[in-house]
């Protein structure tokens, strides 16, 4: 094992759903994993496991089971066993093929509803969502909308009747019911809304999270908060600058990231809390655990950030490694 160069770029992260399992890839496709505890031990010396999850390509984007961890690929989707992910000899316990094998996978979450299978989201760069049965990796449903590459999905958990949100290239937030012959909800153009527009940094779309009837969206416009029962924007969200690639709802603060050394908290009606430095000069990805008391930073360099949740002092930093 060895530490990847400064220059690299961490490009996603996820927390297996039993706070046990920590994981992170950067751009040439090694994931390292680490489990949880050991953040929280000022003296414990991490183990940062790693492995190659894309023949040196890059992971785009992480998401996590109670049994899998869960890479999007370029022309496909891979899991491997929490069980055996600290193993030398792991292998990918199932692969999703999708296309010819060029498209991008932009993002992937999974969606739980209580009236029908988990499900696999894929967000790629055909324009199209695909949804597939989580358990028989069948392919229920392709969602076409959007004129240009999906950048990002996010599960709602069948808040006003939408299972997930989308974001695109072509400036658009799409809402989903996947229980639909006709799936999508509605939609609506962040950088029409003359307080978010920022053209000299382009329209697309590259952040969407969700809570509750809550879904917060961010890119080239400014990151702002909208309600899905309403369909109507509520606050316009900090920074003021940058491109934003990161958002996080925990509780009643929001978290944006991006073209920024700092990260910003703010609550719904749009005031900053907090902000705080970043390693990073460009934040792509953040990812919390609640119960743990940890939030997680990380982007264009090696170096991902561990702050308190609650008070937001960094408590430690590490570099991520590569297989050697």
């Given at each position: 094992?060895?530490?990847?160069?400064?220059?690299?770029?961490?490009?996603?992260?996820?927390?297996?759903?039993?706070?046990?399992?920590?994981?992170?890839?950067?751009?040439?496709?090694?994931?390292t994993?680490?489990?949880?505890?050991?953040?929280?031990?000022?003296?414990?010396?991490?183990?940062?496991?790693?492995?190659?999850?894309?023949?040196?390509?890059?992971?785009?984007s992480?998401?996590?089971?109670?049994?899998?961890?869960?890479?999007?690929?370029?022309?496909?989707?891979?899991?491997?066993?929490?069980?055996d992910?600290?193993?030398?000899?792991?292998?990918?316990?199932?692969?999703?093929?999708?296309?010819?094998?060029?498209?991008?996978?932009?993002?992937?979450?999974?969606?739980?509803?209580?009236?029908?299978?988990?499900?696999?989201?894929?967000?790629?760069?055909?324009?199209?969502?695909?949804?597939?049965?989580?358990?028989?990796?069948?392919?229920?449903?392709?969602?076409?909308?959007?004129?240009?590459?999906?950048?990002?999905?996010g599960?709602?958990?069948?808040?006003?009747?939408?299972?997930?949100?989308?974001?695109?290239?072509?400036?658009?937030?799409?809402?989903?019911?996947?229980?639909?012959?006709?799936?999508?909800?509605f939609?609506?153009?962040?950088?029409?809304?003359?307080?978010?527009?920022?053209?000299?940094?382009?329209?697309?779309?590259?952040?969407?999270?969700?809570?509750?009837?809550?879904?917060?969206?961010?890119?080239?416009?400014?990151?702002?908060?909208?309600?899905?029962?309403?369909?109507?924007?509520?606050?316009?969200l900090p920074?003021?600058?940058?491109?934003?690639?990161?958002?996080?709802?925990?509780?009643?603060?929001?978290?944006?990231?991006?073209?920024?050394?700092?990260?910003?908290?703010?609550?719904?009606?749009?005031?900053?809390?907090?902000?705080?430095e970043?390693?990073?000069?460009c934040?792509?990805?953040?990812?919390?655990?609640?119960?743990?008391?940890?939030?997680l930073?990380?982007?264009?360099?090696?170096?991902?950030?561990?702050?308190?949740?609650?008070?937001?002092?960094?408590?430690?930093?590490?570099?991520?490694?590569?297989?050697?």
């Amino acid at each position: 094992m060895c530490l990847v160069a400064d220059y690299s770029t961490v490009t996603c992260q996820t927390i297996s759903p039993d706070d046990e399992y920590y994981a992170a890839s950067s751009d040439n496709g090694n994931i390292t994993v680490e489990r949880l505890d050991n953040f929280k031990s000022a003296h414990h010396q991490l183990s940062k496991q790693a492995f190659l999850g894309n023949d040196g390509l890059p992971v785009s984007s992480l998401t996590s089971t109670d049994r899998f961890l869960i890479a999007g690929c370029t022309g496909m989707v891979k899991a491997w066993r929490w069980s055996d992910v600290t193993c030398p000899d792991r292998k990918p316990s199932w692969i999703i093929p999708l296309g010819n094998g060029s498209i991008s996978v932009n993002w992937i979450d999974v969606i739980e509803q209580t009236d029908m299978k988990a499900c696999l989201v894929v967000g790629c760069g055909d324009c199209n969502i695909y949804i597939y049965d989580l358990e028989t990796r069948q392919l229920l449903n392709i969602l076409s909308g959007h004129t240009n590459y999906v950048h990002c999905v996010g599960a709602t958990g069948e808040s006003c009747g939408v299972s997930l949100v989308s974001g695109g290239e072509d400036g658009a937030v799409r809402s989903w019911d996947i229980r639909r012959n006709n799936p999508e909800v509605f939609s609506f153009l962040p950088y029409t809304e003359s307080a978010l527009s920022r053209p000299n940094l382009g329209r697309f779309i590259s952040s969407v999270c969700t809570a509750g009837d809550w879904v917060v969206v961010g890119g080239g416009p400014a990151a702002s908060l909208w309600n899905l029962s309403t369909r109507t924007m509520r606050s316009k969200l900090p920074p003021d600058d940058g491109a934003v690639f990161a958002t996080k709802i925990v509780e009643d603060k929001i978290y944006v990231g991006g073209q920024n050394p700092r990260l910003h908290m703010s609550n719904f009606g749009g005031e900053l809390c907090n902000s705080v430095e970043s390693s990073s000069s460009c934040v792509y990805t953040l990812e919390v655990s609640v119960s743990r008391d940890l939030f997680l930073s990380a982007g264009a360099s090696s170096t991902i950030d561990i702050y308190s949740l609650k008070d937001h002092v960094l408590m430690k930093s590490f570099k991520i490694k590569s297989k050697s």
